[in-house]
């Protein structure tokens, strides 16, 4: 089992910033993609950004050179530094792992960017 604990939500003015972290605990061994989705409201929830064991980034068009995704091996967490925030950007993040071909999820946090 893989336990993920996500952290940095809350609100923020348009353009403004946030970053998220995603500590993981439990078997992380051979955890190899952790990344973050989002669900905003009304939408099912997609794919943010991920990050492979070997540093490999891949993100979704509509936030491409507003949000980077970051690893910290030792400290198995994950980053979603957020910037240039928009209104669209409101969604409940859900930290995910994978690990086996099985995915894990954090319980999610919530980010609001008011306009």
């Known amino acids: 089992q893989v336990q993920l604990v996500e952290s940095g939500g809350g609100l923020v003015q348009a353009g403004g910033s946030l970053r998220l972290s995603c500590a993981a605990s439990?078997?992380?061994?051979?955890?190899?993609?952790m990344g973050w989705y989002r669900r905003a409201p009304g939408k099912e929830r997609g794919l943010v950004a991920l990050i492979t064991s070997g540093g490999t980034t891949t993100y979704a068009d509509s936030v491409k050179g507003r949000f980077t995704v970051s690893r910290d091996n030792a400290k198995n967490t994950v980053y979603l530094q957020m910037n240039s925030l928009k209104p669209e950007d409101t969604a409940v993040y859900y930290c995910?792992?994978?690990?086996?071909?099985?995915?894990?999820w954090g319980q999610g946090t919530q980010v609001t960017v008011s306009s």
């Open positions: 995910n792992a994978m690990r086996g071909g099985r995915p894990y």
């Open positions: 439990g078997s992380i061994f051979s955890i190899n993609a």
